[in-house]
Structures are given as C-alpha cells and as structure tokens.
C-alpha cells in the first residue's frame, strides 16, 4: 500500500511538472520559434508535432535500456530543466530548454508508464494539483516569476518530485486473487493521458476559463465580460470536486456507466458553440465527464503489477495519448491562422475519450478494480480538495471601484495596445512588463487587442485579469476569436451601455468585432469609445470591415464625443484606412505622422491607431518604444468639446 501510494505521488508531481514544461513550450513555438499569422502555420505545427512523434521511438529504448534507469534519468533531465527554464532569458534558450524538457518529459511518462498499472489516481490527482497551483498563481506560473518566490516555488515542486522518483524499486507484489481485467486495461487509461490532459487544460479545469466564463454572467447577458468581485473560485472549485469525485470513485454499474461519457461529450459541444452563457456549463459537465472516463478506463486496469502484456503495451499507449494531445491542440489552434472551423476538434476528442473508456464495459469487462476509493472515501476527498481550490483562488484581489468625478475632466489620456497574448518579443510570458509600459502614459481609458483569456495554447493565462489587476482598473471585454479571445476597453471612470458586433472574416481567419462602451466622465459627459481589432483577408486590405466599424462607431456614439482606438492593420492613405476618414473621423495622430508601431523592435508600419470625431482635439501622440509586445503601444491625450468637458 505505501509504495501504491508513492507511485501515485511520483506520478501526479511528475504531471505537474510537465504541464508546467507545456506552458513554455507552446507559446514559445508560436513566439519564439515563428510568429502566429506570419509563419505558415504549417511550419509551426510541423515543429511542435515533431517531438511527439519523436516519442514514438521512446518504448523501444525502454525495452533496450529498461525502463528503471531510462525513468530516473529523464526525471533528473525534466526536473533540471523545468528549473532552468526559470531562469531562461527567453528566446531561443527559452525554446530550446522547453523543448528538450517535453522530450524528457514524454520519455518519463512512457518510462512510468512501464512500471505503473493503474495510472488514474496518479494521472487525476497531477492534472487537479496543477490546476489548483495554476489557479492559486493567478494563472501566472513559478516558470515565469521568477525572482525569490518563483525560484522557491520551482525547486520544492522538483525536489518533490525527484525525491519521490528516486527511490527504492517496489517490491514483486505476491499474486492474488483479484477479478478478471483485460490485458490491455492500464494501456488503456494510460491511452486517455493525452486528451484528458487536453480537455482540462481548455475546458475542465482552466481556472482563466472558469474566471471568464464567471465574468460574462456578470453582466445583462449582452455578451460581455465584466470585472467584479465574482464567484470565479466557487466554478473552478467545483470543477475541481467533481473531476476528482468522478475520477476516484467506482464507476456505476449498468446503464449509469453512460453518465460520464454523455456529459462529457454534452460538455464539449457547448464548448464548441462558442456562446459565452454555456461556458460555465461546458466547464462543469466536462470535469465531470473527463474524470468519469478516466474512472471507466482505471476499472479495466489489472489489479497486480504482474499482469500480462502491461509494460509493453502501456508505453506505447501514453506516448499515443500524448501524439493525440499534441494533433488536437495543434489542429484546433491553427485554424485561427488557417481559417477552417475547428469546432469539432473538443468533440471529435470528446468522443474518441468516450469510445474508449466504455469499450472494456461493452466488452463485460470489470467495473470496479481492486484498490478504486469507494464512493464513501472519494466524496469527502473531493470535497476537501474543492474547498482547498476555493481557499488558493479566493486570495484577497485589489478591488477597484470606478472613479466618479464631480465635474468632467479636461483630458482623457487614451492608450491603445495589441499585446500579444501578454509575450513579449523574447517570448516570456510578463503581464508585469506590459502594465509598467502602459502605466507609463497615466492613461484613463485603455484599448487591449488580442487579449487571451485561457487558451491552452498560450499557457491557460488569464492575461486581461492580470493586466486589469496590475493597472488598478475594472474592464469591459468582448469576444472575437472564441469566447476567450478578443478585446477589452479598461476605464478609471464608470462604463455604460456596453454593445458588440462581431465582423463578418469575409476570409479572414480570426474572428472580430467592435465593441463599443460609453465612460461616464462626470456630470453630463459621456465619451463612446469603440475597441476593435480588424483581421485582413490574405493578402487584402480588411475594408470592408473598417467600413462596418465606422458604421457602427457613428451609429453607437450617437452624436456624442467618439474614440475608435486598436490595431487596423491598415496605415495612413490605405484603402481600408479611407473608410474612416470617409466616415468624418480624424486622425489623432495627424500631427506626429509618421507613427510607426509595428513590429515593435523595428518599427517600419503604421497600423495602431486612435481615431476621434470633430470637435475633439487631440494632443501628445507617442509610440513609446518597447519589445513587452511584438506592436508598441500609442497614447494621445483627448481634449473634449467645451459642451462636454463642462
């Protein structure tokens, strides 16, 4: 029973450690390695799948070598590199170190896999535990902290780790009766690795997921996100209860086998709807499917480490599983770049997870494997880990209440900022770096394109809340890609009658929209300011998406003063950039053009841009200089009509 519940611990800390590896090294392909939307995203994804099909090769060499030796040391490698990617400058280091990391981690997990029968405990309790640490950082890792606390954090997690893998081999467990099992059934769970680490780390058990989808229920279901002191916990939390309920307990017998899967696939769907109100559903109904799968594919697993064909099938099963993680993300995350839908991919895996955890009850093999907590246990577990999720991701957060002024200010200091996902040019991950650029300018009203609220393949940030947070002001965001995806319009002054339209791709890639808010400054006066972002067709100019937003810009502010601030990708004189001066707006940055923004290390195009109506005068336009994104911000001070400004 103790070296039972030591292999479980190795293998949850050891999961841990590499999802953390995985948090670095996808961004770093689409950062470091090239440049998402400029790159052939085939040539990114070729990259990023080659080290899992290099993976294919690691069972052999644990036949050759034995999976002993072979585990232990590419333990030391991944636990030596995780650290040393805490000190990465970024960069190519900063890839290459992420990249050798996966390889030793794909090689620890088939290495496990061969000495590791039953694999749930070990497997739900990894994926919960890095949720909850995730969660507990505010989704900003040790990996990227630095500093003493990152530093601290990174080496008790490893040496945790390593103290537990280097150990002492268990010893022979003597035969003993136990039910029939099928051959295959810890190949099996092991098989599920990959797409259940997937489906939680997009849906199931993303804290940034869940504080997203916490966010738009804030609001009067316009489809919005607002910032609030919410109930983000209390979703995470309960996702976290019943993943590792489902995951630990017996499974049902009978028809109620069914549950699990269904809800998971049921999950997955609304998902992929992309409707901000079923986020949350989606969230629950897929922790609680993934970790029923799992419980369903553990209950084939044999019962003695002695059961015939586990270690030569069970490598091979986890390095499949892992392929299948690496195919779907990739196949769903280039289809922003590629522009095909991507909606079936959580399904497509949604489905294959159910298919093979119900294939062995099909079959009439066991439902309930020797050593599986019994429902009795596993409630008050996963009761207690769901208040300990609530504990670490209820931490007290500066709450910042709008600023009412009694009478309207004379300026309002504007920035706009495409941030990149929060990565910086040298691809490290510092929400810090962009709020002290921003902070810089003393802004009032911030504009945020490409903002990322959870993307896996981002590393699961919640960059806006952290951004928000650090900035000390509430925001209003608004989806375009998918509901995690888009902009946001950060205000020190109250914000009302927020509204959205999304923009027709007319064979753009990614999604867009305007977003339009109106800020209260005081009295009578009212700023509208739209956010947007436009998505260019390949090789086109994106008119007639420039021509919808200054439609709807003029038709939103209604005669009142106006601001339509982002990323145009469209310069001065362009024929998408006509479409606004067409429409009656001004350029703000008139006076100190050229105002080159894009890319931000050697800035040669003009593409971000503030935009105002007659009547309000804008004055200090600045790009300042800075690689914490791949564009520079811009700021212009607006000074409003006197009729406004009071």
């Given at each position: ?154 080496v008790v997690l490893v040496g945790l780790f390593l103290a537990a893998t280097i150990r002492p081999a268990p010893p022979v467990e ?473």
């Open positions: 029973m103790r070296y039972r519940h030591l292999h479980t611990a190795t293998l949850a800390l050891g999961i841990v450690v590499l999802i953390d590896v995985l948090r670095v090294f996808l961004p770093s392909v689409i950062t470091i390695f090239g440049q998402a939307a400029t790159t052939p995203a085939e040539l990114l994804g070729a990259f990023a799948l080659g080290w899992f099909v290099l993976a294919l090769a690691f069972p052999a060499l644990l036949r050759r070598l034995g999976a002993r030796p072979v585990t232990l040391v590419a333990a030391v490698a991944l636990a030596g590199l995780r650290l040393a990617l805490t000190a990465a400058p970024g960069g190519r280091a900063q890839l290459w170190l992420a990249t050798a990391g996966l390889v030793a981690g794909l090689l620890w997990l088939a290495g496990t896999a061969a000495g590791t029968h039953r694999p749930v405990p070990g497997l739900a309790l990894g994926l919960a535990l890095g949720a909850v640490v995730h969660a507990g950082l505010g989704t900003y890792d040790l990996v990227w902290r630095g500093g003493w606390a990152g530093w601290a954090g990174s003597p035969a003993r009766s136990a039910p029939p099992v099928e051959p295959d059934g810890g190949a099996r769970a092991w098989l599920l690795a990959g797409p259940a680490l997937l489906l939680t780390g997009m849906v199931a058990l993303s804290p940034a997921v869940a504080e997203t989808a916490s966010s738009y229920r804030r609001g009067p279901g316009d489809g919005l996100a607002r910032s609030a002191a919410g109930d983000v916990s209390a979703l995470f939390s309960y996702a976290v209860a019943v993943f590792l309920f489902a995951a630990l307990a017996r499974p049902p017998r009978g028809y109620a086998r069914l549950l699990g899967p269904l809800a998971l696939v049921l999950g997955a769907v609304l998902f992929a709807a992309g409707e901000p109100g079923r986020l949350g559903p989606a969230v629950l109904l897929t922790a609680a499917g993934v970790g029923a799968c799992l419980s369903l594919a553990g209950a084939a697993a044999p019962a003695s480490a002695a059961a015939p064909g586990r270690s030569a099938r069970s490598p091979l099963a986890a390095v499949l599983g892992m392929l299948l993680f690496a195919v779907a993300a990739v196949g769903y995350y280039a289809a922003y770049d590629l522009g095909y839908p991507n909606a079936a991919v959580p399904v497509v895996v949604a489905g294959l997870v159910a298919v093979v955890a119900l294939a062995p009850a099909l079959r009439g093999g066991t439902a309930a494997p020797a050593g599986a907590a019994s429902w009795a246990w596993a409630t008050p577990f996963a009761v207690v880990s769901g208040l300990v999720a609530l504990l670490v991701t209820n931490l007290p957060a500066a709450e910042v209440a709008p600023l009412r002024p009694g009478s309207p200010p004379a300026e309002v200091r504007v920035v706009a900022y495409n941030v990149r996902m929060g990565f910086g040019l040298d691809g490290r991950f510092d929400p810090g770096g962009l709020a002290r650029v921003v902070a810089a300018e003393r802004p009032d009203v911030v504009v945020l394109g490409e903002v990322d609220r959870g993307w896996l393949l981002n590393g699961g940030h919640d960059t806006l809340t952290l951004l928000a947070a650090r900035l000390r002001m509430p925001y209003v965001f608004a989806p375009a890609a998918d509901p995690v995806w888009g902009d946001a319009v950060l205000s020190r002054f109250p914000v009302e009658s927020a509204r959205t339209v999304a923009l027709a791709a007319l064979g753009a890639p990614t999604g867009a929209q305007a977003l339009g808010v109106t800020v209260d400054l005081g009295g009578d006066a009212r700023l509208a300011v739209v956010a947007t972002h436009l998505q260019p067709p390949p090789g086109q100019e994106p008119v007639a998406q420039a021509r919808a937003v200054a439609r709807f810009a003029l038709g939103y502010a209604a005669g009142r003063p106006l601001v339509v601030a982002g990323d145009l990708n469209t310069e001065p004189g362009a024929p998408a950039y006509a479409e606004f001066t067409r429409a009656g707006l001004v350029d703000a940055f008139a006076a100190a053009r050229p105002l080159f923004t894009s890319p931000a290390d050697d800035p040669r195009e003009q593409i971000d841009h503030v935009l105002v109506s007659p009547g309000v005068v804008a004055g200090g336009p600045v790009a300042p200089r800075s690689t914490a994104s791949d564009h520079l911000p811009v700021a212009v001070t607006l000074t409003l009509p006197p009729t406004v400004a009071g």
